[in-house]
């Protein structure tokens, strides 16, 4: 279809009048327009992503990759509530930018996704119920053990189920529908990463830690294979070290400072695969 000279002037002036709005608006607003940095986080994972009582989501992680988000100036970041194990087929995909949700560096993964430096060190850990008389692994013969799906955790249950007798393993979509089982009985043990645990644990008597599981895990933000965001969060994250920041958050979610040496206070290079 041809349009006449007159009737493509009209249309062009009008389109040209809505970009031009467009652009004014853009500029008002600091001279670029809005972005948004679209975040994946397990939410329920305590203490690095859950909601607090007014249904906001809080937590280690999101102080964290909210303020990295600033800093890069984002001008929002919006955070959506993802299965764990769809944090990798999400960030993969661009349907978000970062995940977020103590997500352990590993080989395997460096293969698929891209992380930032590291910024927490981390153990596996056993809790259980008091009245289940499990003192430590060797317990577990014939026992139900819960475990996060897809996580680390349920890889190295998966890995030891046959050394160390396990009955049956059950996986959950993130830490609390697990503990709620291992309060009523329905579960003998759980494991998981030993800070969420602890941090879960420490006003609840009838639940305890029983073993720490030693794994030099790592956790980082996880991004898109050879993102150039990940590059750029990770110099971010160097600057907050360097200034206390994260040594601050970690003594505001834990209560106490993290130890000396440890990825939370000394700035490391971006991981690569082996």
């Not at 008091?130 to 013969?141: N, Q, V």
């Not at 697990?178 to 043990?189: E, T």
Request: aromatic share 8%; glycine share 8%.
């Amino acid at each position: 279809m041809s349009l006449s000279y007159k009737t493509f002037s009209k249309t062009f002036s009008k389109r040209s009048l809505v970009l031009a709005t467009a652009l004014s608006a853009g500029l008002a607003a600091g001279g670029v327009m809005a972005e948004t940095l679209k975040v994946g986080a397990n939410i329920g994972n305590l203490p690095w992503e859950f909601q607090d009582d007014s249904g906001d989501y809080v937590g280690f992680e999101i102080d964290l990759v909210n303020e990295v988000g600033s800093r890069l100036g984002y001008d929002e970041v919006e955070i959506s509530n993802i299965p764990f194990n769809g944090l990798f087929s999400a960030v993969q995909s661009g349907r978000i930018d970062v995940a977020v949700s103590s997500i352990t560096i590993t080989d395997e993964r460096l293969e698929s996704v891209s992380f930032a430096q590291p910024y927490y060190d981390s153990d596996q850990s056993l809790a259980t119920h008091t009245s289940k008389g499990i003192s430590g692994l060797e317990d577990l013969d014939g026992k139900v053990v819960g475990v996060d799906t897809g996580s680390t955790g349920d890889i190295w249950t998966s890995e030891n189920q046959e050394q160390y007798g396990i009955k049956e393993i059950r996986r959950y979509e993130g830490l609390q529908p697990a503990m709620l089982d291992l309060s009523s009985g329905r579960l003998d043990a759980y494991i998981s990463d030993i800070p969420a645990v602890q941090y879960y644990v420490r006003d609840k008597p009838s639940l305890e830690v029983v073993s720490r599981i030693p794994s030099g895990e790592q956790y980082s933000m996880m991004f898109a294979k050879d993102a150039e965001l990940a590059t750029k969060a990770s110099e971010v994250i160097s600057e907050l070290k360097q200034e206390g920041f994260v040594a601050e958050l970690h003594e505001t979610w834990f209560g106490a400072a993290p130890d000396a040496g440890t990825s939370t206070v000394e700035v490391r290079d971006m991981p690569s695969a082996q």
